[in-house]
T-cell receptor
Framework: AQTVTQSQPEMSVQEAETVTLSCTYDTSESNYYLFWYKQPPSRQMILVIRQEAYKQQNATENRFSVNFQKAAKSFSLKISDSQLGDTAMYFCAFMNYGGSQGNLIFGKGTKLSVKP | EAQVTQNPRYLITVTGKKLTVTCSQNMNHEYMSWYRQDPGLGLRQIYYSMNVEVTDKGDVPEGYKVSRKEKRNFPLILESPSPNQTSLYFC?????????????FGPGTRLTVL
C-alpha cells in the first residue's frame, strides 16, 4: 500500500524568506502523480502544484517549486519570497497512475506559519 | 465560475438522525469523490463515482452511502450517524478518467454528531 509521510508537523518562516517542506512516499508503482495542496484557515483545499512521475523536470508554479527525487521517493516543496497569505496547512498527496479508484493518498500535513 | 459546492457548510446533529450532505459541480466532471479529514490523519477517501450510476467504496466507507443519479450531483448520506463520524467532509471532482489526477475540492462541511 502506498503511504505518504510529512515529517515536519509545524514550520515557521519570516516573510520574504524561503522555506522547504519535506515529503516522502512509499510505492512499488513506477507511474504516479504527486501533489501539494494548501489548506488555509478557510479550510478550502487548494491545489498548489503537481508532478508527473515520468517527468524528470521539476514542476514550478510562480513562487512554488518542487524537488522531485524519484529514486529517493522524495517530493519537497519550496516556497520562495514567502507571503503572509502562504500561512496554511500543506498536504503532500500521491495518486497511482491508471488506478480506477482515483484515490489521493494524503500525508498528515505540515502547518506553515509566515511571520511578518 | 467553475466550482464544487457543498451544503450545508456546518451541521450539528444527534446520533441516529439521518442526514444528507449535498455536493454539486458545474464543470461537467465525470469523476466525483468524498473524503473525510480528521486531525492528524490527513484526508481519507469514503466513496467515489466514475460516472452516472457508477459508484464504489473508498478506504473508509462504513456508515456512509452515496448516489449518482445526475452527473453534477453526488450526495453523501449518513443513514444513522454516530459520534465517530464527526469530521470535516470534502467533495471533489475531476474531468474524467484521463484527467482525474487533478481533483478540485469543495469548501468542506463540518459535521458534529452528538
Amino acid at each position: 500500500a502506498q503511504t505518504v509521510t510529512q515529517s515536519q508537523p509545524e514550520m515557521s518562516v519570516q516573510e520574504a524568506e524561503t522555506v522547504t517542506l519535506s515529503c516522502t512516499y512509499d510505492t512499488s508503482e513506477s507511474n504516479y502523480y504527486l501533489f501539494w495542496y494548501k489548506q488555509p484557515p478557510s479550510r478550502q483545499m487548494i491545489l498548489v502544484i503537481r508532478q508527473e512521475a515520468y517527468k524528470q523536470q521539476n514542476a514550478t508554479e510562480n513562487r512554488f517549486s518542487v524537488n522531485f527525487q524519484k529514486a529517493a521517493k522524495s517530493f519537497s516543496l519550496k516556497i520562495s519570497d514567502s507571503q503572509l497569505g502562504d500561512t496554511a496547512m500543506y498536504f503532500c498527496a500521491f495518486m497511482n497512475y491508471g488506478g480506477s479508484q482515483g484515490n489521493l493518498i494524503f500525508g498528515k500535513g505540515t502547518k506553515l506559519s509566515v511571520k511578518p | 465560475e467553475a466550482q464544487v459546492t457543498q451544503n450545508p457548510r456546518y451541521l450539528i446533529t444527534v446520533t441516529g438522525k439521518k442526514l444528507t450532505v449535498t455536493c454539486s459541480q458545474n464543470m461537467n466532471h465525470e469523476y466525483m469523490s468524498w473524503y473525510r479529514q480528521d486531525p492528524g490523519l490527513g484526508l481519507r477517501q469514503i466513496y467515489y463515482s466514475m460516472n452516472v450510476e457508477v459508484t464504489d467504496k473508498g478506504d473508509v466507507p462504513e456508515g456512509y452511502k452515496v448516489s449518482r443519479k445526475e452527473k453534477r450531483n453526488f450526495p453523501l448520506i449518513l443513514e444513522s450517524p454516530s459520534p465517530n463520524q464527526t469530521s470535516l467532509y470534502f467533495c471533489a471532482s475531476s474531468q474524467g478518467l484521463a484527467s482525474r489526477n487533478t481533483q478540485y475540492f469543495g469548501p468542506g462541511t463540518r459535521l458534529t454528531v452528538l
